[in-house]
T-cell receptor, first 112, second 114 residues
Framework: KNQVEQSPQSLIILEGKNCTLQ??????????LRWYKQDTGRGPVSLTI?????NTKSNGRYTATLDADTKQSSLHITASQLSDSASYIC???????????FGAGTTVTVRA | EPEVTQTPSHQVTQMGQEVILRCVPI?????FYWYRQILGQKVEFLVS????????KSEIFDDQFSVERPDGSNFTLKIRSTKLEDSAMYFC????????????FGNGTRLTVT
């Protein structure tokens, strides 16, 4: 069964600090891995998409890494801002699979 | 930037009633999806739609659910006889035909079944 596990479930950081979120998956055959940001009461918004051949991708202060061998990904937030407070969801796609497998998300709270 | 729009933003209905959730995907997108998110839980796939037919559906998407693309712009999710456990946020999403293109989500419809 395709699964996506994220850790930690939640974290609190001070404004300006960095943090790293983890994602482990068992989806196979792997096609791509996406990180989404979901603000409370809103739909998820795409941050990054990585395919098998990519091991890092940045979008502003967000940097995602992928190790397709160990089936792990991380999302690093640099110099956090209050607006980074949200749920960050790891989503993995299997080849030719329309369903996408969603992680439960990591809730990040940035405090002043 | 074009976006996926969903209406209504909040729908309250009584158990056993039919509801229709509406979505207008991004105009040049070809793949359409419905997801739901029960409060405090992960986003769950319901159904994908391509070329005017369902391409994939989950076990959640039983006979009570149906989808339609009645015209060139709208994409609807119908629940025939709502149950209390159908209460959730329902997200519509669309993407272009590039296999690694991002999903664009709407802001969801919060369905409350009483």
């Amino acid at each position: 069964k395709n699964q996506v596990e994220q850790s930690p479930q939640s974290l609190i950081i001070l404004e300006g600090k960095n943090c790293t979120l983890q994602c482990n998956y068992t989806v196979s055959p792997f096609s791509n891995l996406r990180w989404y940001k979901q603000d409370t009461g809103r739909g998820p918004v795409s941050l990054t998409i990585m395919t098998f051949s990519e091991n890092t991708k940045s979008n502003g202060r967000y940097t995602a890494t992928l190790d397709a061998d160990t089936k792990q990904s991380s999302l690093h937030i640099t110099a956090s801002q209050l607006s980074d407070s949200a749920s960050y969801i790891c989503v993995v796609s299997a080849y030719n699979d329309y369903k996408l497998s969603f992680g439960a998300g990591t809730t990040v709270t940035v405090r002043a | 930037e074009p976006e996926v729009t969903q209406t209504p933003s909040h729908q309250v209905t009584q158990m056993g009633q039919e509801v229709i959730l509406r979505c207008v995907p991004i105009s040049n997108h070809l793949y359409f999806y419905w997801y739901r998110q029960i409060l405090g839980q992960k986003v769950e796939f319901l159904v994908s739609f391509y070329n005017n037919e369902i391409s994939e559906k989950s076990e959640i998407f039983d006979d009570q659910f149906s989808v339609e693309r009645p015209d060139g712009s709208n994409f609807t999710l119908k629940i025939r006889s709502t149950k209390l456990e159908d209460s959730a946020m329902y997200f519509c999403a669309s993407r272009s035909d590039s296999p690694n293109s991002p999903l664009h989500f709407g802001n969801g419809t919060r369905l409350t079944v009483t």
